[in-house]
């Protein structure tokens, strides 16, 4: 059973830090990209970093680049993104998401597994 969870996830003023977690299971766990993508109301979902499951590197949105960091545990199947320096810009929902392409881009139709979401709130 394919299965992403989330956590990390809140509520900070401008210039803190979260971390957010995704734990992959089951079919997700074969997949060679992750991704966390973001969603604002009414934004399009974007991609904000993916990262190649086998230690093909990171790519980030030009947006977060030098303020966000991903990092993954591939022993535990899971994925974290760092984000420092968080802007009110910066809120929306975060998912994490699992699929196969080469390169991991981060076009949303390349994900077929996605967890639940994760709110991200930044405060002026």
């Known amino acids: 059973q394919a299965q992403l969870e989330e956590s990390g996830g809140g509520s900070v003023q401008a210039g803190g830090s979260l971390r957010l977690s995704c734990a992959a299971s089951?079919?997700?766990?074969?997949?060679?990209?992750m991704g966390w993508f973001r969603q604002a109301p009414g934004k399009e979902r974007e991609g904000v970093a993916t990262?190649?499951?086998?230690?093909?590197?990171?790519a980030y949105v030009d947006s977060v680049k030098g303020r966000f960091t991903s990092s993954q545990d591939n022993a535990k199947n899971t994925m974290y993104l760092r984000m420092n320096s968080l802007k009110p810009e910066d809120t929306a929902m975060y998912y994490c998401?699992?699929?196969?392409?080469?390169?991991?881009?981060?076009?949303?139709?390349?994900?077929?597994?996605w967890g639940q979401g994760t709110q991200v709130t930044v405060s002026p």
């Open positions: 998401a699992a699929g196969w392409a080469t390169p991991c881009v981060p076009e949303v139709d390349r994900y077929n597994y």
């Open positions: 089951g079919y997700t766990a074969r997949s060679n990209c």
């Open positions: 990262t190649h499951t086998g230690g093909g590197g990171t």
